[in-house]
């Protein structure tokens, strides 16, 4: 196989898991109701003037299905902790006991549940939109190839065909984690 064909696969690959990658992580940031961790990663706490990601410093766990718990390495941090959650608009209310900060975390409404499924499928509709954007891209690529007469007709065939496999391939992985978070956003 040509090296240049090679690169357009893994090239188009890479950037395939990319999307999975990225979609994988906007939706820990949908929240279903149930507490994680990852749904407080992006709050940014002001550790002595330098603005750091609560995980640096804070251990952060889930106790039960309905909390999340941080415990700060430095007691003193404790209140640029509870500032940095309510600053992110997350729509988290701390609670403080001093020693550390626990958040609970409501139910959703039935109508604010459909609303996260809504925003999991736009998502999705995202991480698709960039499948087929990799894909397009490689074969645009085996086109230039083609009429270059550096590859032959059947590489090029054979090569769409790989790179169709593959988006096919990546947007079932979508379709998979689109209906995992919609089961998990609806399950109360």
Avoid: C
């Amino acid at each position: 196989m040509n090296d240049e064909i090679q690169m357009i696969i893994d090239d188009s690959t890479e950037r395939m898991e990319h999307a999975i990658a990225h979609l994988d992580h906007e939706l820990a940031h949908i929240r279903a109701g149930k507490a994680s961790p990852r749904m407080i990663e992006s709050v940014m706490v002001d550790y002595y003037g330098v603005p750091t990601p609560i995980m640096q410093v804070a251990n952060v766990n889930t106790p039960d299905a309905r909390t999340i718990a941080i415990q700060p390495w430095e007691k003193k941090m404790i209140p640029a902790i509870e500032k940095a959650i309510i600053n992110s608009n997350l729509g988290f209310n701390p609670d403080n006991n001093g020693d550390f900060i626990r958040i609970n975390v409501p139910v959703p409404t039935e109508e604010r549940r459909k609303n996260l499924v809504k925003d999991a499928h736009k998502e999705g509709e995202t991480a698709k939109v960039s499948i087929r954007s990799a894909r397009k891209d490689g074969n645009d690529y085996l086109k230039k190839l083609l009429k270059s007469k550096e590859i032959s007709e059947d590489e090029e065939k054979d090569t769409v065909e790989k790179i169709q496999i593959l988006t096919d391939r990546f947007t079932r992985k979508v379709d998979e984690l689109i209906a995992f978070k919609e089961k998990e956003i609806l399950t109360v």
